[in-house]
Protein backbone atom coordinates (compact mmCIF):
# COMPACT_ATOMS: atom_id res chain seq x y z
CA UNK A 1 0.00 0.00 0.00
CA UNK A 2 2.92 2.75 0.87
CA UNK A 3 4.24 4.06 -2.25
CA UNK A 4 8.05 3.25 -2.96
CA UNK A 5 10.20 6.35 -3.69
CA UNK A 6 14.11 6.34 -4.82
CA UNK A 7 16.03 7.40 -3.66
CA UNK A 8 16.22 6.73 -0.65
CA UNK A 9 18.75 9.93 0.27
CA UNK A 10 20.94 12.26 -1.83
CA UNK A 11 23.32 14.91 -1.09
CA UNK A 12 23.79 17.77 -3.34
CA UNK A 13 26.14 20.94 -3.80
CA UNK A 14 23.79 23.85 -4.24
CA UNK A 15 22.90 24.29 -7.75
CA UNK A 16 22.86 20.71 -8.71
CA UNK A 17 19.40 19.07 -9.74
CA UNK A 18 17.67 16.42 -8.11
CA UNK A 19 14.99 13.87 -9.31
CA UNK A 20 12.95 12.09 -6.72
CA UNK A 21 10.85 9.25 -7.68
CA UNK A 22 7.56 7.49 -6.42
CA UNK A 23 6.59 4.32 -7.71
CA UNK A 24 3.13 2.70 -6.50
CA UNK A 25 2.06 -0.98 -7.20
CA UNK A 26 -1.61 0.08 -7.69
CA UNK A 27 -3.09 2.64 -9.95
CA UNK A 28 -2.56 6.01 -8.95
CA UNK A 29 -5.53 8.80 -9.60
CA UNK A 30 -4.06 11.63 -7.86
CA UNK A 31 -0.31 12.25 -6.57
CA UNK A 32 1.00 14.21 -3.46
CA UNK A 33 4.54 15.90 -2.58
CA UNK A 34 5.38 17.24 0.53
CA UNK A 35 8.39 17.97 2.38
CA UNK A 36 9.49 18.01 5.56
CA UNK A 37 12.09 19.83 7.89
CA UNK A 38 14.09 18.10 10.50
CA UNK A 39 11.38 18.36 13.82
CA UNK A 40 9.08 19.31 11.71
CA UNK A 41 5.65 19.01 10.11
CA UNK A 42 5.14 18.29 6.48
CA UNK A 43 4.26 21.08 4.28
CA UNK A 44 2.02 20.61 0.78
CA UNK A 45 4.38 21.23 -2.21
CA UNK A 46 1.95 20.07 -5.14
CA UNK A 47 -0.43 17.91 -6.12
CA UNK A 48 -0.95 16.39 -9.41
CA UNK A 49 -4.30 15.05 -10.63
CA UNK A 50 -4.33 13.83 -14.44
CA UNK A 51 -1.70 11.32 -15.99
CA UNK A 52 0.51 13.34 -18.18
CA UNK A 53 0.16 16.52 -16.13
CA UNK A 54 3.08 18.74 -15.02
CA UNK A 55 3.38 21.39 -12.54
CA UNK A 56 5.85 23.58 -10.79
CA UNK A 57 6.58 26.24 -8.72
CA UNK A 58 9.61 28.23 -8.29
CA UNK A 59 12.22 25.24 -9.96
CA UNK A 60 10.67 22.65 -7.79
CA UNK A 61 8.30 20.75 -10.68
CA UNK A 62 6.95 17.30 -10.91
CA UNK A 63 5.15 14.71 -12.89
CA UNK A 64 2.49 12.28 -12.92
CA UNK A 65 2.70 8.51 -15.44
CA UNK A 66 -0.60 7.25 -14.22
CA UNK A 67 0.03 4.39 -17.06
CA UNK A 68 2.93 3.60 -15.46
CA UNK A 69 1.90 4.23 -11.67
CA UNK A 70 4.54 6.57 -11.11
CA UNK A 71 5.49 10.02 -10.53
CA UNK A 72 8.16 12.30 -10.23
CA UNK A 73 9.15 15.26 -8.21
CA UNK A 74 12.32 17.71 -9.95
CA UNK A 75 14.12 19.92 -7.67
CA UNK A 76 16.51 22.44 -10.13
CA UNK A 77 19.20 24.46 -9.20
CA UNK A 78 18.63 23.50 -5.79
CA UNK A 79 19.09 25.75 -3.02
CA UNK A 80 19.98 25.02 0.72
CA UNK A 81 16.42 25.94 1.98
CA UNK A 82 15.15 22.37 -0.17
CA UNK A 83 17.12 20.28 2.35
CA UNK A 84 14.32 18.10 4.08
CA UNK A 85 12.84 14.92 3.17
CA UNK A 86 10.54 14.62 0.86
CA UNK A 87 7.42 12.05 0.60
CA UNK A 88 4.40 11.06 -1.90
CA UNK A 89 1.42 10.71 -1.05
CA UNK A 90 -1.79 8.72 -2.58
CA UNK A 91 -5.09 7.92 -2.25
CA UNK A 92 -6.53 4.91 -1.30
CA UNK A 93 -10.63 4.81 -0.77
CA UNK A 94 -10.39 6.86 2.32
CA UNK A 95 -7.33 6.81 3.36
CA UNK A 96 -3.75 8.36 2.87
CA UNK A 97 -0.78 6.87 2.27
CA UNK A 98 2.62 8.45 2.40
CA UNK A 99 5.81 7.03 0.43
CA UNK A 100 9.00 5.84 1.75
CA UNK A 101 10.55 9.30 1.61
CA UNK A 102 13.58 11.03 0.13
CA UNK A 103 16.15 12.52 2.60
CA UNK A 104 17.47 15.45 0.64
CA UNK A 105 20.91 17.32 1.57
CA UNK A 106 21.99 20.45 -0.13
CA UNK A 107 25.60 21.52 0.71
CA UNK A 108 27.50 25.45 0.11
CA UNK B 1 -5.04 32.34 12.35
CA UNK B 2 -6.47 29.12 10.85
CA UNK B 3 -4.44 25.78 11.56
CA UNK B 4 -4.37 22.96 13.67
CA UNK B 5 -3.11 22.78 17.47
CA UNK B 6 -1.53 20.00 18.92
CA UNK B 7 -0.24 19.84 22.56
CA UNK B 8 1.81 18.76 24.17
CA UNK B 9 5.13 19.33 22.08
CA UNK B 10 7.05 17.20 24.27
CA UNK B 11 6.00 14.02 26.73
CA UNK B 12 7.93 11.95 28.92
CA UNK B 13 5.63 8.78 29.88
CA UNK B 14 6.62 5.66 32.35
CA UNK B 15 6.24 2.39 31.03
CA UNK B 16 2.44 1.45 31.88
CA UNK B 17 0.79 4.68 31.25
CA UNK B 18 -1.76 5.86 28.97
CA UNK B 19 -1.19 9.44 27.79
CA UNK B 20 -3.74 11.24 26.09
CA UNK B 21 -2.81 13.84 22.84
CA UNK B 22 -4.61 16.42 22.04
CA UNK B 23 -5.42 17.65 18.43
CA UNK B 24 -7.92 20.92 17.56
CA UNK B 25 -8.55 22.32 14.27
CA UNK B 26 -9.99 25.47 13.64
CA UNK B 27 -10.19 24.98 10.01
CA UNK B 28 -14.25 23.45 9.61
CA UNK B 29 -12.67 20.44 8.37
CA UNK B 30 -15.07 17.32 8.13
CA UNK B 31 -11.73 14.55 7.87
CA UNK B 32 -8.82 14.18 10.27
CA UNK B 33 -6.09 11.88 10.78
CA UNK B 34 -3.20 10.69 13.28
CA UNK B 35 -0.31 9.32 11.67
CA UNK B 36 2.84 7.99 13.55
CA UNK B 37 6.78 8.70 12.70
CA UNK B 38 9.83 6.60 13.83
CA UNK B 39 13.48 8.38 13.38
CA UNK B 40 14.31 8.25 9.57
CA UNK B 41 11.05 6.32 8.45
CA UNK B 42 7.76 7.49 6.11
CA UNK B 43 4.46 8.81 8.09
CA UNK B 44 2.06 5.60 8.94
CA UNK B 45 -1.44 5.94 9.64
CA UNK B 46 -2.82 5.07 13.18
CA UNK B 47 -6.70 6.19 12.66
CA UNK B 48 -9.08 8.69 10.48
CA UNK B 49 -12.31 10.23 11.08
CA UNK B 50 -14.69 12.13 8.08
CA UNK B 51 -17.23 12.85 10.29
CA UNK B 52 -18.01 13.55 13.91
CA UNK B 53 -18.51 10.33 16.25
CA UNK B 54 -17.49 8.05 13.45
CA UNK B 55 -13.45 7.03 13.00
CA UNK B 56 -11.74 3.99 11.21
CA UNK B 57 -8.60 2.16 11.78
CA UNK B 58 -5.28 2.76 9.96
CA UNK B 59 -2.43 0.21 9.47
CA UNK B 60 -1.65 0.90 12.86
CA UNK B 61 -4.29 1.50 15.38
CA UNK B 62 -3.16 -1.16 17.40
CA UNK B 63 -2.33 0.23 21.06
CA UNK B 64 -3.97 3.43 20.51
CA UNK B 65 -7.64 5.07 20.76
CA UNK B 66 -9.39 7.83 19.40
CA UNK B 67 -12.48 9.91 19.78
CA UNK B 68 -14.32 12.42 17.79
CA UNK B 69 -16.73 14.32 19.66
CA UNK B 70 -16.47 17.38 18.19
CA UNK B 71 -15.89 18.32 14.66
CA UNK B 72 -12.83 20.68 16.11
CA UNK B 73 -11.20 17.84 17.95
CA UNK B 74 -9.71 14.65 17.13
CA UNK B 75 -7.72 13.10 20.55
CA UNK B 76 -5.71 10.43 20.09
CA UNK B 77 -4.46 8.17 23.28
CA UNK B 78 -1.83 6.25 23.72
CA UNK B 79 -2.22 3.39 25.48
CA UNK B 80 0.02 1.03 28.06
CA UNK B 81 -0.60 -1.86 24.95
CA UNK B 82 1.31 0.15 22.58
CA UNK B 83 4.47 -1.88 22.98
CA UNK B 84 7.22 0.65 21.25
CA UNK B 85 5.20 4.55 21.79
CA UNK B 86 8.18 6.45 21.76
CA UNK B 87 7.70 8.45 18.42
CA UNK B 88 6.18 11.64 16.39
CA UNK B 89 2.98 11.87 16.50
CA UNK B 90 1.37 13.79 13.84
CA UNK B 91 -2.27 15.09 13.52
CA UNK B 92 -3.43 16.50 9.79
CA UNK B 93 -7.21 17.44 8.48
CA UNK B 94 -8.65 17.96 5.19
CA UNK B 95 -11.69 19.78 4.07
CA UNK B 96 -13.70 17.25 2.57
CA UNK B 97 -14.32 13.49 3.77
CA UNK B 98 -14.08 11.51 0.63
CA UNK B 99 -10.89 11.35 -1.47
CA UNK B 100 -8.51 14.01 -1.61
CA UNK B 101 -8.39 14.36 -4.99
CA UNK B 102 -11.18 17.65 -4.54
CA UNK B 103 -9.45 19.65 -2.13
CA UNK B 104 -5.62 19.23 -2.34
CA UNK B 105 -4.08 19.23 0.55
CA UNK B 106 -3.34 18.02 4.37
CA UNK B 107 -2.52 20.68 6.54
CA UNK B 108 -0.46 19.17 9.75
CA UNK B 109 0.00 20.44 13.17
CA UNK B 110 2.99 20.63 14.64
CA UNK B 111 3.56 17.47 16.22
CA UNK B 112 4.01 15.55 19.74
CA UNK B 113 6.95 13.91 20.62
CA UNK B 114 6.43 11.14 23.05
CA UNK B 115 9.44 9.68 25.03
CA UNK B 116 8.46 6.39 26.81
CA UNK B 117 11.26 6.07 29.95
Known amino acids: QQPVQSPQAVILREGEDAVINCSSS?????VHWYRQKHGEAPVFLMI?????EQKGHDKISASFNEKKQQSSLYLTASQLSYSGTYFC?????????FGTGTSLTVIP | DGGITQSPKYLFRKEGQNVTLSCEQN?????MYWYRQDPGQGLRLIYY???????QKGDIAEGYSVSREKKESFPLTVTSAQKNPTAFYLC????????????????FGEGSRLTVL
Open chain 2, 92 to 107: ASSSNSGPLTLTGELF
Open chain 1, 26 to 30: KALYS
Open chain 1, 48 to 52: LLKGG
Open chain 1, 89 to 97: GTEEGNQFY
Open chain 2, 27 to 31: LNHDA
Open chain 2, 49 to 55: SQIVNDF
